[in-house]
């Protein structure tokens, strides 16, 4: 059985830090991609970042606009992924939710990816 674990989450003040894990397991992940949505209340739910495999002996990143620059995504091992999350704003309050998918691209169109965790609750305090 697949599942997908945060941890990491928590209180923060605006302007702290905090860096979110993502353990997969169940099967191999090497050669998915996996990444960071977050939803806050209210909202949809929108992609942060993702990591895939370029097949050629790395993964590269992709992150959204208006985390760049604060927000960095890495993975550990095959199975596991982070978030460092820096210069944290009110506006990143936000459940944060680790995906997985063989396909990249399905981090475009939400209800296409395969693995969802549960979540992990992020609250920025201004």
């Known amino acids: 059985q697949v599942q997908l674990v945060e941890s990491g989450g928590g209180l923060v003040q605006a302007g702290g830090s905090l860096r979110l894990a993502c353990a997969a397991s169940?099967?191999?992940?090497?050669?998915?991609?996996m990444g960071w949505f977050r939803q806050a209340p209210g909202k949809e739910r929108e992609f942060v970042s993702l990591?895939?495999?370029?097949?050629?002996?790395?993964?590269?990143g992709n992150t959204a606009r208006s985390v760049k620059g604060r927000f960095t995504i890495s993975r550990g091992d095959k199975n596991t992924v982070f978030l460092q999350m820096s210069s944290l704003k009110p506006d990143d309050t936000a459940v944060y939710y680790c995906?997985?998918?063989?396909?990249?691209?399905?981090?475009?169109?939400?209800?296409?990816?395969?693995?969802w965790g549960q979540g992990t609750q992020v609250t920025v305090s201004s």
């Open positions: 990591t895939r495999w370029t097949g050629v002996g790395h993964y590269i």
């Open positions: 995906a997985a998918d063989p396909d990249y691209k399905a981090f475009s169109t939400i209800p296409s990816i395969h693995y």
């Open positions: 169940g099967r191999t992940f090497e050669a998915y991609a």
